[in-house]
């Protein structure tokens, strides 16, 4: 019996942690449109990147003192933290601030579609059927989405987009992360991602700060500031990372249809966004289109044990 009760915890607690970053991912996007409405979107990457950073590298230091990033690979992580630091929260968090937090997360959700079309572009392979349908699906639920709300609920045609550009630049991520795939430990290599994105959105920050008048931010915000750098970009990560062994690829890309509901529930009860009809009717036709999308790629890996899609290329993040 103790024998069964400890391999049920040790199930239970991969699971409860896995589900705890479907939680934080999904609460995400209502933090960051609420912070965004303080705090310019450039300004809040930096300061939770910087935050993420200067929690992970002492950790960097004492785990990994002699690891170092090869010469041959500085080009390519460079491109990573570009890709899926840079360039996606840029356009995700400029995006949040003309656009509702249950839009963008369910505009998010199509990057496992996009992911796999561009897959099947480049090998000039037919995705099949059922991911053509889930393809057609999906798109006419973004197409419902795109500035339905016509600023009523505080969505607009220019936050969908700019969201919809950061679905799309997480597409070069999966590609760069191909290269690196099992060449360093996770920890390390989001240690120096994190690291580009300082870096990065610093000059950016710099500029926000010259153009926009400064307004001290309230607790709130700088509350939403320390929950995105601790929990989404340090805690998240190394959770969904740990997790991964005991549950397996299908089980985390399953949980991963979690964080659209919750992104939406977020934003109607803190937020006060409106449940619309094409708001239901795109979302289920979002998530509906990529569940048939990536059964088909499951299904198509089962059949030939290629690696077609990573874990990390699969999902949605914030």
Request: hydrophobic share 50%; proline share 5%; with cysteine.
């Amino acid at each position: 019996m103790t024998q069964e009760n400890n391999q049920q915890s040790l199930k239970l607690l991969p699971l409860l942690a896995a589900v705890a970053v479907v939680v934080i991912w999904g609460v995400s996007f209502a933090v960051t449109r609420a912070t965004v409405a303080e705090i310019p979107p450039m300004t809040i990457a930096f300061l939770r990147f910087s935050l993420a950073s200067a929690l992970l590298f002492p950790i960097i230091r004492r785990r990994y003192p002699t690891l170092k990033v090869r010469s041959e690979d500085r080009w390519a992580v460079l491109g990573l933290g570009l890709c899926g630091i840079t360039l996606y929260y840029a356009f995700e968090n400029a995006g949040l601030k003309y656009t509702t937090a249950s839009h963008a997360t369910l505009i998010i959700a199509t990057i496992p579609l996009l992911t796999l079309l561009t897959e099947s572009a480049l090998k000039r392979r037919w995705p099949g059927w059922m991911a053509t349908l889930g393809s057609i699906a999906a798109f006419w639920g973004v197409y419902l989405l795109l500035g339905t709300g016509g600023g009523e609920d505080g969505s607009s045609l220019l936050g969908d987009l700019l969201v919809l550009g950061a679905s799309l630049s997480w597409i070069g991520y999966t590609y760069t992360v191909k290269h690196l795939s099992g060449r360093y430990p996770n920890l390390f290599l989001t240690a120096r991602l994190m690291l580009v994105g300082t870096l990065t959105f610093l000059p950016l920050a710099v500029v926000e700060a010259l153009v926009v008048p400064f307004q001290w931010p309230s607790v709130g915000s700088w509350v939403g500031v320390l929950f995105l750098g601790i929990f989404c970009s340090v805690l998240a990560y190394q959770w969904w990372n740990w997790s991964l062994p005991f549950l397996g690829v299908t089980a985390h890309t399953n949980l991963l249809y979690g964080i659209p509901p919750v992104g939406v529930a977020t934003g109607m009860l803190f937020l006060g966004e409106p449940l619309a009809p094409k708001l239901v009717l795109g979302g289920l036709l979002i998530l509906g289109g990529v569940f048939l999308a990536n059964r088909s790629a499951m299904r198509r890996l089962e059949g030939t044990g290629n690696d077609i899609l990573t874990a990390e290329g699969t999902s949605w993040k914030n």
